[in-house]
């Protein structure tokens, strides 16, 4: 077996828009010996990213890109990238969709965390459709991104069901407290041979 320390291990950035409480939970996963990934780069579109102080909580290098201009800004993004020599990008929580040439041009795993279960509610507003759908059951999903929206390799789900009182807060609530350890195991489910 063998030993999974700082240097070894898969060098990863989390991309950012908000609260960044799902990389919080990769950052904590991410310093347990069994993690086969270390957590360098945190990128985000926004500079008001509540997320972005686990920068400084954790030292993780940070990288704020406005995305006025689109694809300069994944140009740049991609320089980053490969300058810091990452490996994986675990998107969470980012609010703007990657190009079909930033996916050609990352030469690496791209993963997605999405709230709901996929194939159903791909977008926006997923908890709002589930509960107007009257769905018994909602949930989170970890894929593969590819160039079409919330469609890649599913690699797991949690389902989560939806009550009667629930409303698209407390679902929401609910789901985010599953995503929190799908995507690690997700994670491990993908690396550990
Ligand atoms: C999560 O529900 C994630 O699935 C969705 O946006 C939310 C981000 O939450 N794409 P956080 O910023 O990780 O707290």
């Known amino acids: 077996m063998v030993l999974l320390t700082g240097f070894n291990k898969i060098k990863t ?8 409480s799902n990389l919080k939970a990769l950052i904590k ?3 347990l010996k069994k993690s086969p990934i270390n957590i360098n780069l945190i990128i985000s579109n926004n500079p008001k990213s509540k997320g972005l102080k686990f920068a400084k909580i954790f030292k993780i290098k940070k990288k704020v890109f406005n995305y006025n201009h ?6 740049k993004i991609l320089f980053e990238l490969k300058k810091n020599k990452i490996k994986l990008i675990c998107l969470a ?7 079909k040439y930033f996916i050609k041009n990352f030469k690496g795993i791209i ?8 194939p159903k509610f791909k977008g ?3 908890h709002e459709r589930a509960i107007k ?7 989170c999903t970890v894929h593969i991104v590819n160039s079409k929206l919330d469609s890649g390799k599913i690699i797991l789900q949690k389902k989560v069901k939806i009550q009667k009182y629930d409303t698209p807060k407390t679902l929401a609530d ?3 407290i599953q995503e929190h350890k799908l995507y690690p195991k997700a994670i491990m489910e993908i690396f550990s041979l």
């Open 70 to 75: 689109k694809n300069l800004s994944e140009k």
């Open 13 to 20: 950035a989390v991309f950012i828009s908000g609260k960044g």
């Open 124 to 126: 926006l507003n997923t």
């Open 29 to 31: 996963f991410s310093k």
């Open 111 to 118: 993963l997605n965390i999405h709230p709901s279960l996929l």
């Open 93 to 99: 929580g980012f609010m703007k969709i990657l190009s």
């Open 174 to 176: 609910k789901i985010l």
């Open 133 to 139: 759908n009257k769905e018994k059951y909602s949930g």
